[in-house]
């Protein structure tokens, strides 16, 4: 098998804008500087899964960091899939707020990006972030113009920030007055890799929009399959499928290493969730 990575771990804590936030870093032990892998979860917010995802690039050779965009706006209790009405509600209002104030949230994204390039163990020049659901759409956020990133995966993303309808009626919620963001990259700057795994077939219209946009701003944009067919990831609410777990895996190692050629990468053998990966990439 793989030679293990020893992964060490450590506590990052943000002030922003007078808001206590806190994430998580993994990187290996004794490792010269690594590219920033920016972990970006459902608006469910941060748990163990997005932990190991952190941990699965850390034993790769990159430093992954969660990212906590709530701190104590998102209720602590009951999260997940299985939350009551009132603690859904309680999540939604919290993003909703979010969303709201769309310079807020680059302000955001630009504020743990930022965060993560100054650690001692990452290589200022090199990071990527990966969205999950909702967090999927947040992680684009990271393409606007300004911002130093070379790659942003979405997984099982709607692509925007909006919420449909007619989960806004069942919670009883009104829709914001500002716009919901969608990802509008002004001045994307440098060459940016897009890859999606996304709710939506590849031949829907939001995503074949989705990707003019891109491609008209330059934005290296892969599609892989539908989410609905098993992607993989079993982050809250997802249905597990270990064989999917281990396409993506596999397709998340080789993306990363054409993005980041320079990277002295670890062999892999196991995904986030332990799943044997053959022949350990």
Not at 105 to 122: I, P, S
């Amino acid at each position: 098998g793989c030679k293990p990575v020893v992964v060490d771990e450590e506590a990052i804590v943000i002030d922003f804008e007078g808001q206590k936030l806190s994430g998580q870093a993994m990187f290996g032990r004794g490792s010269h500087p690594r590219p920033l892998v920016l972990i970006v979860p459902d608006d469910h917010g941060l748990c163990k899964f997005y932990s190991e995802v952190a941990r699965f690039f850390a034993r790769a050779g990159y430093v992954g960091l969660t990212v906590d965009l709530f701190g104590d706006t998102m209720p602590d209790s009951d999260r997940g899939p299985g939350a009551s009405k009132e603690s859904r509600k309680a999540q939604v209002e919290a993003v909703l707020k979010l969303v709201s104030e769309p310079a807020k949230l680059r302000r955001l994204a630009e504020a743990w990006l930022n965060r993560g390039k100054y650690m001692a163990q990452v290589d200022l020049s090199d990071s990527a972030a990966v969205g999950f659901g909702w967090g999927g759409a947040v992680a684009q956020e990271f393409l606007h113009g300004g911002t130093l990133i070379s790659a942003v995966v979405v997984v099982e993303s709607k692509l925007n920030l909006s919420y449909s309808d007619e989960v806004l009626q069942e919670l009883e919620l009104d829709r914001p007055d500002v716009a919901e963001g969608e990802c509008v990259a002004e001045n994307p700057g440098p060459p940016k890799r897009v890859l999606g795994y996304t709710i939506s077939s590849p031949f829907d219209q939001r995503v074949y929009d989705v990707h003019h946009k891109w491609d008209a701003y330059g934005l290296d944009f892969c599609h892989m399959a539908p989410a609905n067919v098993g992607c993989g990831f079993i982050f809250p609410g997802s249905e597990y499928s270990s064989v999917a777990e281990q396409r993506v895996a596999v397709e998340l190692l080789s993306f990363f290493a054409e993005v980041f050629p320079h990277v002295e990468r670890h062999p892999v053998d196991r995904s986030w969730s332990g799943c044997i990966l053959p022949d350990a990439v």
